[in-house]
């Protein structure tokens, strides 16, 4: 028995069950969430692209990892919201098996307290449960940098390589991954400079002080060694753009790119060349950022400090540790504090809307030091009980217990009691529609199952599309050319997985002559719809929409879901609503 509880006084155990732990976290009630804008904006758009065999990168909806990879998980497993957030969930979950890479820079305490910063921290938890790319980017660059740490450690070639793959598949994901070496080499360089300085101070002064550092480095690498590295440079290379060829790269292009020289170097092109200038198009455009940088970085830091209190103050506590509490100080702690602050900045220049999941990016990187800080208080508290010191015990008990309890409430309360409140709840976007729609798009769902012809009208002109039934190019509605389409989002998820017929009209007189099944319409226009059906024969439910203030209201007829049908015949409905005079229902 002390064998087996002495095996888990060892980090690699314990962090095993923190990541069995952290993916139970993320799966349960996974598809509970009615879907965010942009959730349900992204996997229409994977419905479609599967169901005409085509992809082509819009960088709009960002990277093609999720298309490509959740397209698969449709296939396998079906499409609904609890798949939709599945890779994002297990990607987040694994999370915390991360720290263990940092094993050569960190106590064995640390690595644990690392671990269940990275599985508990609530913007990293809420947004593993959102079909969202940035937590895996933020996942795939703490697993990269911590491989090569190993590489640097260990000097094993193969830690390059394996960095390399999670550090290409965090620019399939997200634009934004380009800042994360920006924020590293801009880290590394303050680092650097504390080096020179220290150098400068010493009695040898900076030239000798970093002459001697500099043979010490060359003395302690093998020549064999040095080689192996320098070889492993384009090894990596060819990784990463094996990696941006296979995801960028168009459909169904990519099925004949071995045809002939001609056709693979097209293929190669259009994946690179002609994605970095679709890129630049999109992103450095000036309209991405016309905004308040300084009010930017206030509502980021006020969103982290809401719900990362913990991580920040034990990151500040690390630091300082680490800088003047100790022999000497740890490259790798300095390094990630420098990094997450300067996310706090540089996602507040960068960025067209300012969101929760930016926190992700800041979170990630301090959760490192703020590990160290945790250490340390830990260690506070084991010395005293020790040494029989009730005082430093009780009080290192306390703290640890207190953050614990702040960490794992606000968690709770973000991502399962409240996860739809943008009133209470920071890291909610205001796309995010709140309430409980789920009930009624489950009747929806009934009816669309037992009805032929059209099955839900929108009505107003903000839903209206005189060609509903004839769904164009994903091209054409990214572009804005299927209007309607983006200001009933995220409905069409739903309606297209349920196989929905989907109107929309502005003209009363359609409803009244057709009784819709369903009409949905906004709180403004009510009045206008309830005087066009019959309202003793339909139950209305109001839904908010966006958190600024879209209330939805859903009209269901009461005998809808027994397939009553006649009132909605497909095809004379079709041609007599989209006449243009009547500008009704459209098909």
Not at 36 to 49: C, F, P, S, T
Not at 257 to 286: K, L, P, S, Y
Not at 350 to 360: K, N, Y
Not at 447 to 469: C, K, M, R, S
Request: charged share 15%.
């Amino acid at each position: 028995m002390d064998q087996r509880l002495r095996r888990f006084s060892r980090p690699l155990p314990v962090l095993l069950v923190v990541t069995a732990l952290a993916l139970l976290a993320r799966l349960v009630a996974l598809g509970a969430r009615v879907a965010h804008q942009d959730e349900g904006r992204v996997a229409d758009w994977i419905l479609h692209y599967m169901a005409i065999g085509q992809w082509q990168y819009r960088p709009i909806i960002h990277g093609p990892f999720l298309p490509h990879v959740n397209g698969v998980v449709f296939s396998w497993l079906g499409a609904t919201d609890a798949t939709m957030r599945l890779v994002v969930a297990v990607g987040g979950g694994l999370l915390p098996l991360c720290a263990y890479l940092y094993r050569d820079r960190l106590h064995d305490d640390e690595l644990i307290a690392f671990g269940l910063l990275l599985a508990a921290s609530p913007a990293l938890l809420y947004y593993s449960r959102f079909m969202r790319n940035d937590l895996l980017v933020a996942a795939c660059m703490m697993a990269a940098l911590g491989c090569w740490s190993r590489a640097a450690a260990t000097r094993r070639v193969r830690y390059v390589i394996a960095g390399t793959l999670p550090f290409a598949l965090a620019f399939t994901m997200k634009e934004n991954a380009l800042l994360y070496p920006v924020a590293w080499i801009g880290a590394g360089a303050l680092v650097l400079d504390r080096h020179l300085l220290a150098a400068a101070l010493s009695e040898h002064g900076l030239v000798t002080s970093v002459a001697d550092t500099a043979r010490e480095w060359v003395r302690a690498v093998e020549a064999r060694t040095a080689a192996a590295f320098l070889l492993s440079f384009p090894a990596a290379l060819l990784v990463f753009f094996a990696v941006i060829v296979a995801f960028y790269a168009p459909i169904p292009e990519v099925c004949g790119m071995f045809d002939g020289a001609g056709a693979f170097a097209h293929v190669v092109e259009t994946a690179t060349v002609d994605t970095w200038h679709a890129f630049v198009n999109t992103w450095a455009h000036e309209d991405m950022s016309s905004h308040s940088t300084v009010e930017f970085v206030g509502r980021l830091l006020k969103i982290v400090g809401l719900t990362a209190t913990v991580t920040c103050a034990f990151a500040l506590v690390g630091f300082v540790r680490e800088r003047y509490g100790r022999g000497g100080t740890r490259n790798l702690v300095e390094f990630c504090v420098y990094w997450g602050v300067a996310s706090v900045f540089g996602y507040a220049v960068v960025t067209d809307i300012l969101a929760g999941w930016l926190a992700t990016h800041v979170v990630a990187p301090l959760a490192l030091p703020a590990a160290v800080g945790l250490a340390w208080v830990y260690r506070v508290g084991k010395r005293g009980y020790v040494a029989g010191d009730p005082i430093a015990f009780r009080l290192g008990a306390a703290v640890l217990l207190v953050s614990a309890a702040v960490v794992g409430g606000t968690a709770a309360y973000t991502s399962y009691v409240a996860p739809q409140d943008g009133e209470t709840n920071p890291l909610v976007q205001y796309a995010q529609p709140a309430g409980h729609m789920k009930p009624t798009l489950a009747e929806i769902e009934s009816v669309v199952a037992t009805h032929d012809g059209i099955d839900v009208v929108f009505y107003g002109e903000e839903f209206y599309n005189p060609n509903d039934l004839d769904r164009p190019p994903s091209l054409e509605i990214e572009s804005g050319g299927y209007p309607g389409w983006f200001a009933r989002l995220p409905l069409p998820w739903y309606f297209d997985r349920y196989g929905a017929r989907v109107g929309s009209t502005t003209d009363r007189s359609v409803l009244a002559d057709r009784q819709p099944p369903v009409v949905i319409a906004l709180e403004s226009e009510t009045g206008a719809v309830r005087s066009a059906l019959d309202a003793d024969a339909y139950t209305e439910q109001t839904h908010q929409g966006y958190q600024s203030g879209r209330p939805l209201v859903f009209f269901i007829r009461d005998d809808a879901s027994g397939g009553t049908a006649s009132d909605t015949a497909t095809d004379g409905a079709t041609s007599a609503v989209s006449a243009p005079a009547e500008r009704g229902a459209a098909a």
